[in-house]
T-cell receptor, first 109, second 116 residues
Framework: QKEVEQDPGPLSVPEGAIVSLNCTYS??????FMWYRQYSRKGPELLMY????GNKEDGRFTAQVDKSSKYISLFIRDSQPSDSATYLC?????????FGRGTSLIVHP | DTGVSQNPRHKITKRGQNVTFRCDPI?????LYWYRQTLGQGPEFLTY????????KSRLLSDRFSAERPKGSFSTLEIQRTEQGDSAMYLC??????????????FGPGTRLTVL
């Protein structure tokens, strides 16, 4: 079983929609999680990270960890066409972070 | 620009040729990672350095792959006798080691390799 799993999508939404991107993880001992955004043919860029459980908000983005179900989520409010990208979740807090395969998001005007 | 840089950005080569990629990490970062990413997949770990020491290599890293980080600064990744299956984006990332911390990684723009 992979440490972090994501549905690859694509997920297509209209501009202004609330987007929910999700990952599951395998080990309840994992504490740190990261969300990266990757535009086509570019390197990933860190959006947010969370530690343990609960929510973390940054502008239009909210990251959430549910340790009981081993589920991590990224919510994007008022989505914009510029949010169209692949979103990667990752487990941090170790020497070698591991990544999900990414979910492709398309926000159409 | 003080981010991670990689060169070249694109490389097209013929099967059997050798290629070398370079990564310049963020200057104060002591950890440097190489990943490979193919279409529709997340980055797959290849190897990482702490300072100049190569501490771990993935089983994905065949004998044709070698990486160095002389003096703990920039790093090179060489692929010998390239195969078509080596075609991918090669990503470099750096981080600042901290005990029990996040290990937040910063990625470069990647080198896209096409093997004909």
């Amino acid at each position: 079983q992979k440490e972090v799993e994501q549905d690859p999508g694509p997920l297509s939404v209209p501009e202004g929609a609330i987007v929910s991107l999700n990952c599951t993880y395998s080990n309840s001992a994992f504490q740190y999680f990261m969300w990266y955004r990757q535009y086509s043919r570019k390197g990933p860029e860190l959006l947010m990270y969370t530690y343990s459980s609960g929510n973390k908000e940054d502008g239009r983005f909210t990251a959430q960890v549910d340790k009981s179900s081993k589920y991590i989520s990224l919510f994007i409010r008022d989505s914009q066409p510029s949010d169209s990208a692949t979103y990667l979740c990752a487990r941090g807090g170790s020497y070698i972070p591991t990544f999900g395969r990414g979910t492709s998001l398309i926000v159409h005007p | 620009d003080t981010g991670v840089s990689q060169n070249p950005r694109h490389k097209i080569t013929k099967r059997g040729q050798n290629v070398t990629f370079r990564c310049d990490p963020i200057s104060e970062h002591n950890r440097l990672y190489w990943y490979r990413q193919t279409l529709g997949q997340g980055p797959e770990f290849l190897t990482y350095f702490q300072n100049e020491a190569q501490l771990e290599k993935s089983r994905l890293l065949s004998d044709r792959f070698s990486a160095e980080r002389p003096k703990g600064s920039f790093s090179t990744l060489e692929i010998q006798r390239t195969e078509q299956g080596d075609s991918a984006m090669y990503l470099c990332a750096s981080s600042l080691a901290s005990s029990g911390g996040l290990n937040e990684q910063f990625f470069g723009p990647g080198t896209r390799l096409t093997v004909l």
